[in-house]
């Protein structure tokens, strides 16, 4: 009787299978999950450290793991300042975004993101661009910062201080420069535990 051969395709598929699990478990999901979508809402994409920071991230995030698909929405369009792995949009785009949890940049990336179906918006508090700005009315401040849609994240510890006393809320996490990896294990791991 003949050797069975062994089938070196299916060893190799099963071993880039059992990669790609453990590559998706770090955020939060399994392969047989639907796929996950996170929008992100920026000023502009030209060239400032939020932005640089953000799209680097979200292109590297792109790199990395399969089963996460992002959309990037902005104000203004522009050049960016690097070439982004996702779809970029307008904001007028956002009227048609439904399901699916956004990421705002700015104070009026919020107040943008809130005239969407969106369920979740989470707030990414990069600076704390209120302090000295006599321009923001109270009310647009209020609505970006304690619509019950909206969940503040903070990019520092001393922001986290100032944006929950200044607005009496609770921030739901500190990410620092804008890491994209760690804004979607939050919003994903919030999204299954039905937050």
Excluded at 97 to 106: A, E, N, Q, R
Excluded at 160 to 187: H, Q, Y
Aim: with cysteine.
């Amino acid at each position: 009787m003949a050797k069975k051969k062994k089938n070196v395709k299916h060893t190799e598929a099963v071993c880039r299978k059992v990669d790609a699990a453990a590559e998706m478990s770090k955020l939060g999901l399994k392969l047989e999950d639907d796929l996950a979508i996170i929008g992100f809402v920026f000023n502009h994409l030209a060239i400032s450290h939020l932005t640089y920071l953000g799209l680097n991230s979200i292109n590297q995030v792109c790199r990395t793991y399969a089963g996460l698909d992002f959309c990037i929405f902005t104000q203004h369009l522009m050049a960016s300042c690097i070439p982004p792995l996702c779809p970029v949009f307008s904001v007028s785009d956002l009227s048609r975004w439904h399901y699916y949890p956004l990421i705002t940049t700015s104070i009026g990336t919020t107040i943008e993101a809130l005239a969407s179906n969106a369920p979740v918006i989470y707030h990414y508090v990069f600076d704390l661009e209120f302090i000295d700005k006599p321009h923001f009315e109270s009310s647009d401040l209020k609505l970006a910062f304690c619509d019950p849609r909206v969940r503040v994240i903070v990019r520092h510890e001393s922001h986290k201080d100032v944006v929950e006393t200044e607005f009496g809320i609770k921030v739901c996490g500190i990410i620092p420069d804008c890491n994209v990896e760690e804004l979607a294990k939050l919003v994903l791991t919030e999204m299954k535990n039905g937050n």
